[in-house]
């Protein structure tokens, strides 16, 4: 027998499929309100029906569509309470995070985060929401990943995207970026100082405002 190296196989036509669709959702080409019919989605991909629906249930189950029998699909409409229960989770998980893990954070660790606030900044002088959506996740997502915790970072990657749709409109008004940096450069003096109950208050504080941004939103 050959002692050779087995060669990566591609992603699969559903996993591209889901990333395309996933990424057009949150992008908002695709709009919230519409009707979208499977048949022409995959005509569009250039994809037969089997992958696409294969991503519709995968997007459907991340709470990102409604699936509408013998219709299609359309973007999920979220309402007051999901926004309530939402960031209630966010409160419990992430407070919770910031007591564990900012008595033990390393310098390096510390530096991932304002490098996320480098990119922050850089997005709200572009007025780049889409691109600061992406650096507000990889933030809080650091934050959960040092806990060293694999089910609660399966619990927090759940709610971001719809935390991506719901902030993204939120971020357009009333110099909400700004705000939110200002807030996160908050968070990081506290981690930096090794303070976990002024760390825990600052993020308390921060989702607090960003659930009250959204909540004016609709």
Do not use: W
């Amino acid at each position: 027998m050959l002692n050779l190296d087995k060669i990566d196989k591609p992603a699969s036509l559903a996993e591209i499929a889901y990333e395309t669709l996933r990424e057009s959702i949150l992008t908002f080409k695709l709009v919230p309100g519409t009707i979208y019919n499977e048949a022409s989605v995959a005509g569009d991909l250039g994809l037969s029906r089997t992958p696409v629906r294969e991503a519709l249930l995968r997007l459907s189950a991340r709470g990102l569509i409604t699936v509408l029998p013998r219709r299609g699909f359309e973007l999920v409409r979220y309402t007051r309470r999901d926004v309530e229960e939402i960031f209630e989770l966010r409160r419990l998980i992430e407070t919770a995070v910031l007591r564990k893990i900012t008595p033990k954070m390393t310098d390096s660790e510390t530096a991932a985060l304002e490098a996320e606030l480098v990119v922050q900044h850089a997005a709200a002088a572009e007025d780049d929401a889409f691109t600061f959506m992406e650096s507000d996740r990889a933030f809080h997502n650091l934050l959960c990943d040092y806990a060293e915790n694999y089910r609660l970072m399966n619990i927090a990657e759940n709610y971001q995207d719809l935390c991506h749709l719901m902030g993204t409109k939120a971020l357009t008004s009333g110099g909400r970026m700004a705000e939110a940096i200002a807030e996160h450069e908050v968070i990081v003096d506290a981690v930096r100082g090794k303070d976990p109950e002024k760390a825990a208050r600052s993020m308390h504080d921060h989702l607090e405002k960003i659930r009250m941004a959204v909540l004016e939103s609709f």
